[in-house]
């Protein structure tokens, strides 16, 4: 992920500003506590998130405000502007949520709001199965358990890593200039503290809709509640004169 930079622009939401300055619909970009914010008006709401995109730092108060969402100008990802939540791909994280005062014809930023999203969804399978480790399977996994669900997720991939950022490798990493560790979605860390088993270097071989189970390559069967085909795409190999050449690479 890119590096974040220190400098701040903009009015000091903390020590007050101007109602009027954030027209109907509108978002300004101020700061609070050392860090970009950006305040959002919706008819008489004012709304108050960290303003740097958390996939790539993106600037989001030249994004897109709609209804109660703000979409980030680099690659589109929605932040929900009443909590902070990153609602829509491709970025994971939220972004800070602060706590806003109207005060006479003034707001202020008086702090932030640490609040976890505690859900709990009305029904739920036994257990999920996911097959596909790309950036789909990994969302899907993360977003049942932000919804709340709490039973078993297997992520099943036939990649032989986890979750990675596949658009950066012909980009920034091809060039050299993004380290390695930004590779990954997710760190191996993560996906134990979430309780989603990953189950790497392993295809699913065959599907049984009707007893609920998958077969693997290694042999192994798994039973599951609901299935969850995230299988994505294979880049189409060259059918040319010199594809073969020891230096033609498949991303
Ligand atoms: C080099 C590169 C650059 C890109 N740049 C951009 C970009 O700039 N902008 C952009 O929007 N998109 C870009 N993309 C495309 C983007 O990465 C894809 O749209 C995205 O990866 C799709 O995610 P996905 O999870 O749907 O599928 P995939 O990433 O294709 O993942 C599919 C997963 O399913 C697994 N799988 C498939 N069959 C089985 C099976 N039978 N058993 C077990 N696992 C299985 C695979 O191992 C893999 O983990 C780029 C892709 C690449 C490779
Ligand atoms: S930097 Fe915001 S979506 Fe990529």
């Not at 976890?116 to 009305?122: D, G, L, Q, S, T």
């Not at 390695?180 to 599907?207: C, G, H, M």
């Not at 009707?210 to 299935?227: A, E, P, Q």
Request: net charge negative; with cysteine.
């Amino acid at each position: 992920m890119a590096e974040a930079s220190n400098e701040v622009h903009g009015p000091d939401f903390k020590k007050g500003c101007k109602i009027d300055e954030v027209a109907g619909g509108k978002m300004l970009l101020g700061h609070a506590f050392g860090e970009q914010v950006l305040v959002a008006r919706r008819g008489d709401e004012l709304f108050a998130i960290g303003a740097t995109c958390t996939h790539y730092g993106g600037p989001l108060a030249e994004g897109l405000m709609v209804d109660c969402t703000v979409r980030c100008p680099w690659h589109h990802a929605h932040f929900d502007l009443r909590t902070g939540e990153a609602i829509a791909a491709p970025a994971l994280n939220n972004v800070t949520c602060y706590k806003i005062e109207k005060r006479g014809d003034q707001f202020f930023v008086t702090g932030k709001i640490d609040e976890k999203f505690a859900r709990k969804p009305k029904s739920t399978p036994a257990s999920v199965i996911i097959i596909g480790g790309g950036a789909a399977g990994n969302a899907a996994a993360e977003m049942l358990r932000r919804e709340g669900y709490d039973g078993p997720i297997t992520l099943i991939t036939a990649d032989e890593s986890l979750p990675y950022d596949r658009p950066n490798l012909s980009k920034d990493y091809l060039a050299g200039t993004a380290p390695e560790e930004w590779i990954p979605l997710r760190s191996a860390d993560f996906y134990r503290e979430q309780k989603i088993e990953t189950l790497t270097n392993t295809s699913v071989t065959r599907i049984d809709a009707k007893s609920k189970r998958v077969t693997l390559s290694n042999g192994r069967s798994l039973d599951y509640g609901t299935l969850l085909l995230a299988t994505g795409a294979e880049p189409v190999r060259l059918d040319i004169p010199g594809s073969d050449l020891p230096h033609v690479y498949y991303l």
